[in-house]
């Protein structure tokens, strides 16, 4: 029995390992999404900021299309940061349950360690008395 939970412990530690990792790069992933919609934001606001530096209608016109598609761009970002988002969350809830699995084998473990031990100590104190009444029989006390 001590063998199979050995197994299953192992093959425990290896998904939570996997999950522990998937969960990292999953956050990476997020955290450059962040980034990239931090950027762009901070473009567009920075370009709106600026206002129309020329009086020319080229100008204006060529300002407001770069805002227009920096727009566009942001909200294809948005959207993937939710995936990213998204994907993230689910990589923890993954990671949480194979740390409870993880856990639940090593509580099994260490239960039936207990076990063991009680078991090993009843033995030896049934032994002990065994001899102690032998002793006590051979000295005539009863």
Request: proline share 0%; hydrophobic share 35%; no cysteine.
């Given at each position: 029995?001590?063998?199979?939970?050995?197994?299953l412990?192992?093959?425990?530690?290896?998904?939570?390992?996997?999950?522990?990792?998937?969960?990292?790069?999953?956050?990476r992933?997020?955290?450059?999404?962040?980034?990239?919609?931090?950027?762009?934001?901070?473009?567009?606001?920075?370009?709106?900021?600026?206002?129309?530096?020329?009086?020319?209608?080229?100008?204006?016109?060529?300002?407001?299309?770069?805002?227009m598609?920096?727009?566009?761009?942001?909200?294809?970002?948005k959207?993937?940061?939710?995936?990213?988002?998204?994907?993230?969350?689910?990589?923890?809830?993954?990671?949480?349950?194979?740390?409870?699995?993880?856990?639940?084998?090593?509580?099994?473990?260490?239960?039936?360690?207990?076990?063991?031990?009680?078991?090993?100590?009843?033995?030896?104190?049934?032994?002990?008395?065994?001899?102690?009444?032998?002793?006590?029989?051979r000295?005539?006390?009863?």
């Amino acid at each position: 029995m001590r063998d199979a939970l050995t197994v299953l412990k192992r093959i425990r530690q290896h998904r939570k390992k996997g999950a522990e990792q998937a969960f990292v790069e999953a956050e990476r992933v997020r955290e450059e999404a962040q980034a990239r919609v931090d950027l762009i934001e901070t473009s567009v606001a920075s370009s709106r900021e600026a206002g129309s530096d020329g009086d020319e209608a080229v100008w204006v016109a060529q300002a407001a299309g770069w805002r227009m598609k920096m727009e566009m761009r942001l909200r294809a970002e948005k959207s993937r940061l939710a995936e990213r988002v998204g994907q993230s969350e689910e990589r923890q809830r993954d990671l949480a349950h194979a740390s409870r699995e993880h856990r639940v084998v090593e509580r099994i473990m260490e239960i039936n360690d207990e076990r063991r031990k009680v078991e090993r100590r009843r033995k030896e104190d049934k032994k002990l008395d065994a001899m102690g009444t032998r002793r006590w029989h051979r000295k005539g006390v009863s």
